[in-house]
């Protein structure tokens, strides 16, 4: 038998109290002068003995619920099969240690995973040599275990080097792979260990566990209570169009309040290569979802990278995201057509853009003229009134697609459908 809480056996203490008030409150018999009377006496003897022995029997039981009390605080564990001289048949248990982002979460003595690990490396130091104990980290998929040798002080050793990454928990398939490396072990006691942080996510995946076998003793921890306070980013999104230095680009952030308590003025900024540009205060109530509209104006062409960061939390994983911005410094759109009336109106209509856009370059032509030599620094290609092309022709769009260039087919009536398809 183990104890999973051997501290509170220093209860056991308070079981001495009802023998302590036994003993304090003992009466003692004062004699008083009455005449001889023999039978009187034996009688008065003989009802004290039963009443003593009702006394000491009331005390071992007060005594006793004390004791089991302190023992339940204790928290036994009792291997099937074993007595009182040890385990007749060796166990075999999994401990899934949860890796996912989650754990990372910072409390005032450390983060939740350090206490897991303790907990982890706690139990290892229960089981015998003659157990087989594994080890299996797990996030978003199980890693391979880990498992106790002849060498314990390697499994704690790699038990140490652990650390959360920046995975999402995926609950089902690491009690899969638990269950996987139990099957093996039909002869043995089987226990599984789930060591989580219990956060509120992928809790209901958990419904059907019939992949389980029956005869395994699940354990799950119980993390330190108390409440997560945690907003993070959920996305940042930029327009769809192409934007141009020295015009003011919206950007919409996505902000989750996760938490069961309101936030008042959390401190949002916008940083765009390197140096902040945007500041908000934003306010969040529990488990509210908010979009936050910021701008950013580009100083210069080619790719810009930024970042999108919350004021600093007990999860500061999820309080920054990035994002990239291409800025062009010219576009150049290439317009051909079976004859030159066919890209009159869209000739037009790029014309107004581009006045109001000096980044774009509109250039047209006939079908005729199109080759690969013609395509080089077009980033994008607008057919208009297309009904076939030629094998070179098809072959050079096909290129220029694959190069990352862009294209606009403008089918005519007399297109052939065939070809397209």
């Known amino acids: 038998m183990h104890f999973l809480n051997p501290a509170a056996l220093v209860g056991l203490v308070a079981a001495l109290i009802p023998l302590a008030i036994h003993l304090l409150h003992r009466g003692r018999t004062r004699p008083l002068p009455f005449s001889n009377l023999h039978f009187l006496r034996r009688l008065h003897h003989s009802r004290m003995r039963r009443v003593r022995l009702r006394q000491w029997l009331v005390l071992l039981l007060r005594t006793l619920i004390i004791a089991l009390i302190i023992c339940a605080f204790a928290r036994p564990t009792y291997q099937a099969g074993s007595g009182w001289g040890g385990r007749s048949v060796p166990a075999a248990a999994v401990l899934l240690l949860d890796l996912s982002y989650s754990t990372?979460?910072?409390?005032?003595?450390?983060?939740?995973?350090?206490?897991?690990?303790?907990?982890?490396?706690?139990?290892?130091?229960?089981?015998?040599?003659?157990?087989?104990?594994?080890v299996i980290p797990f996030a978003s998929r199980p890693h391979s275990p880990e498992e106790r040798g002849e060498d314990f002080e390697r499994l704690e050793e790699?038990?140490?080097?652990?650390?959360?990454?920046?995975?999402?928990?995926?609950?089902?398939?690491?009690?899969?792979?638990?269950?996987?490396h139990l099957a093996e072990r039909l002869e043995m006691d089987r226990e599984l260990?789930?060591?989580?942080?219990?956060?509120?996510?992928?809790?209901?995946?958990?419904?059907?566990?019939?992949?389980?076998?029956?005869?395994?003793?699940?354990?799950?921890?119980?993390?330190?209570?108390?409440?997560?306070?945690?907003?993070?980013?959920?996305?940042v999104r930029s327009p769809s169009w192409m934007p141009a230095v020295g015009q003011k680009l919206p950007l919409r952030v996505l902000?989750?309040?996760?938490?069961?308590?309101?936030v008042t003025g959390s401190?949002?900024?916008?940083?765009?290569?390197g140096e902040?540009?945007?500041?908000?205060?934003?306010?969040?109530?529990?488990?509210?979802?908010?979009?936050?509209?910021?701008?950013?104006?580009?100083?210069?062409?080619?790719?810009?990278?930024?970042?999108?960061?919350?004021?600093?939390?007990?999860?500061?994983?999820?309080n920054r995201r990035y994002f990239a911005i291409d800025v062009p410094e010219r576009i150049?759109?290439?317009?051909?057509?079976?004859?030159?009336?066919?890209?009159?109106?869209?000739?037009?209509?790029?014309?107004?853009?581009?006045?109001?856009?000096?980044?774009?370059?509109?250039?047209?032509?006939l079908f005729a003229e199109l080759d690969s030599e013609r395509l080089e620094g077009v980033d994008v290609l607008v057919l208009c009134n297309l009904q076939r092309l030629n094998g070179a022709q098809t072959g050079a769009i096909h290129d220029f697609v694959a190069a990352g260039g862009g294209l606009i087919l403008i089918?005519?009536?007399?297109?052939?459908?065939?070809?397209?398809n």
């Not at 409390?107 to 897991?116: I, Y």
């Not at 706690?122 to 594994?134: K, M, T, Y």
């Not at 790719?303 to 004021?311: A, I, N, P």
Request: charged share 30%; no cysteine.
């Open 104 to 134: 990372g979460f910072r409390l005032a003595g450390g983060s939740l995973f350090a206490q897991l690990q303790r907990q982890a490396l706690e139990l290892l130091g229960l089981f015998e040599r003659r157990d087989q104990v594994a």
């Open 158 to 180: 790699r038990l140490r080097e652990l650390a959360p990454g920046e995975e999402a928990t995926e609950l089902k398939s690491a009690l899969q792979a638990g269950a996987r």
């Open 193 to 235: 260990f789930l060591l989580t942080d219990l956060a509120h996510y992928n809790w209901d995946a958990l419904e059907e566990l019939r992949f389980l076998p029956l005869d395994v003793r699940v354990y799950i921890s119980e993390p330190t209570a108390f409440e997560r306070g945690n907003i993070h980013i959920d996305e």
């Open 255 to 262: 902000l989750t309040n996760s938490s069961k308590q309101a």
């Open 267 to 273: 401190s949002l900024d916008l940083f765009l290569d």
């Open 276 to 318: 902040r540009v945007h500041h908000r205060d934003v306010d969040l109530r529990p488990g509210e979802e908010v979009r936050v509209e910021l701008t950013v104006t580009p100083r210069r062409s080619g790719r810009l990278t930024g970042h999108v960061e919350l004021e600093e939390d007990g999860l500061p994983l999820d």
């Open 332 to 365: 150049q759109v290439l317009l051909l057509g079976e004859r030159p009336a066919d890209t009159y109106y869209p000739r037009r209509a790029l014309g107004a853009a581009g006045s109001a856009d000096p980044v774009l370059a509109v250039r047209s032509g």
């Open 411 to 420: 089918p005519g009536p007399l297109a052939d459908l065939n070809f397209f």
